[in-house]
């Protein structure tokens, strides 16, 4: 049978299986292969009728094989983020654009889909920095006290692997509660039996009906990303109509003439706040490559 990796934990890797918690022995053979079971991961799993899980709502499991990746994050390492929720505050914090979009573009390399969301909406209208995202990504302005907007983006990440990204403070925790309320099937199982008894906290998923939210402690902003500057234009999708029809084949939108880029952000096409944060990216990626 197939299931889904929720945590790794003290040499065991609990697997969601048909409404199951499989707690499964590590086997020395992925080691061999080099490979290493991520939390999110996809794995095959079969029963060990010879051992005894060491909590009773569980039953004792080795996993066999690991599933295809369609992604991994290192910082929390991470498998399959088939969908990534980047969270802002609409206040405290102050949302900024620029780590909003820095996340967006991680996000792209690594092909997971890319929601918005603003938070505490309760404090501060989230209208103008949603704005800048419409027509991009599916933005949903929410508050995680009021349970505004919380349906709606529900809705929006159920039946994906969904990790929330973004800046201390913001509400990922806050909002994971929101979602998965008080009673998660897998989330409640697996506080009471493991997080007790580990004061570290590794990274998690938890799964309740059709949802399937990664816990992911210090997910809070990413690296500026691992790509060539000269094709960051590429993972901003607003920039992708006008991409190849600059005058320069090689246009890198910066200071070139007869650049549609440029023309589009004077005509607002896309936003100045989105072509500030590809020109500041840009120059980041390419300082870097000095060193
Ligand atoms: N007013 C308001 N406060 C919130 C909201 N969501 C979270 N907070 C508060 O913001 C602070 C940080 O929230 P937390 O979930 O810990 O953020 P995290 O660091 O991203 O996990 C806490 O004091 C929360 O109570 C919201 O929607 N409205
Ligand atoms: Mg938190
Ligand atoms: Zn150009």
């Given at each position: 049978m197939t299931g889904k990796l929720i945590k790794g934990i003290a040499g065991f890797y609990y697997v969601y299986s048909g409404g199951q918690v499989y707690e499964c022995k590590a086997r020395g053979k992925f080691r061999i292969k080099g490979q290493t079971p991520m939390v999110g991961d996809l794995v095959e799993l079969s029963l060990d009728p010879a051992s005894t899980a060491s909590d009773p709502s569980m039953l004792a499991g080795t996993v066999d094989a690991i599933l295809p990746r369609l992604n991994e994050y290192d910082?929390?390492?991470?498998?399959?983020?088939?969908?990534?929720?980047?969270v802002a505050a609409a206040k405290d914090p102050e949302p900024l654009t620029y780590v909003i979009d820095r996340m967006a573009v991680s996000a792209e390399l690594k092909d997971s889909e890319v929601i918005i969301c603003i938070n505490k909406e309760d404090l501060a209208s989230a209208e103008e920095i949603a704005k800048i995202y419409e027509g991009i990504y599916p933005v949903h302005c929410v508050s995680a006290v009021t349970g505004e907007g919380i349906e709606d983006l529900k809705a929006a990440i159920s039946g994906k692997q969904a990790a929330l990204a973004g800046?201390?403070?913001?509400g990922k925790s806050s909002l994971t509660n929101a979602i998965l309320?008080?009673?998660a099937e897998v989330g409640e199982i697996s506080k009471k039996t493991l997080r007790g008894k580990n004061t570290t906290r590794h990274s998690e998923l938890f799964a309740k009906g059709d949802i399937f939210l990664f816990d992911t402690p210090g997910f809070t902003s990413f690296e500026t990303p691992e790509l060539d500057e000269t094709e960051l234009a590429k993972y901003f999708p607003d920039f992708e109509a006008y991409?190849?029809?600059?005058?320069?084949?090689?246009?890198?939108?910066?200071?070139?003439?007869?650049?549609v880029i440029k023309d589009a952000v004077k005509e607002g096409k896309i936003k100045k706040s989105r072509y500030t944060s590809y020109k500041t990216m840009y120059k980041e990626l390419k300082e870097r490559k000095k060193y």
């Open positions: 910082r929390p390492p991470i498998a399959n983020v088939e969908l990534c929720v980047i800046p201390s403070g913001v309320g008080e009673n991409l190849g029809k600059c005058r320069f084949d090689n246009c890198m939108h910066i200071n070139e003439p007869d650049c």
